[in-house]
């Protein structure tokens, strides 16, 4: 049975840095893909960043060359550098796994293991 489990959320100023964690225990994510969403409420869930098991990474809009995405596959763990935060990333962060063999994508679609979400709140 597959857990995942989300650490890092909080607080920060603006202009500080977070880290996120997601670890998908009892799966193998040699194969796949993994990812990171956030949503606020009343919104779409966004797309932040995927990375491919070869460590390609795609970075949404908003987020490019703030946040690093990265992966430990040996430790099932995703990872979420966040730097220049500003009050916009504030949203609630989910962490995701892909069936195996796709590749990535900031769309929901194929992505089969999600974490319970973090909260990230950036005060101005």
């Known amino acids: 049975q597959v857990q995942v489990a989300e650490s890092g959320g909080g607080l920060a100023r603006a202009g500080g840095s977070l880290r996120l964690s997601c670890t998908f225990s009892?799966?193998?994510?040699?194969?796949?893909?993994m990812a990171w969403f956030r949503q606020v409420p009343d919104n779409e869930r966004e797309g932040v960043a995927s990375?491919?098991?070869?460590?390609?990474?795609i970075y949404g809009v908003s987020v490019e060359g703030r946040f690093t995405a990265s992966r430990d596959n040996a430790k099932s763990t995703l990872y979420l550098q966040m730097d220049k935060l500003v009050p916009a990333d504030t949203a609630r962060y989910y962490c995701?796994?892909?069936?195996?063999?796709?590749?990535?994508?900031?769309?929901?679609?194929?992505?089969?293991?999600w974490g319970q979400g973090t909260q990230v709140t950036v005060s101005s």
């Open positions: 009892g799966l193998n994510v040699d194969d796949r893909a």
């Open positions: 990375i491919g098991p070869g460590d390609y990474t």
């Open positions: 995701a796994a892909r069936r195996p063999r796709l590749g990535v994508t900031l769309l929901a679609e194929g992505y089969e293991y």
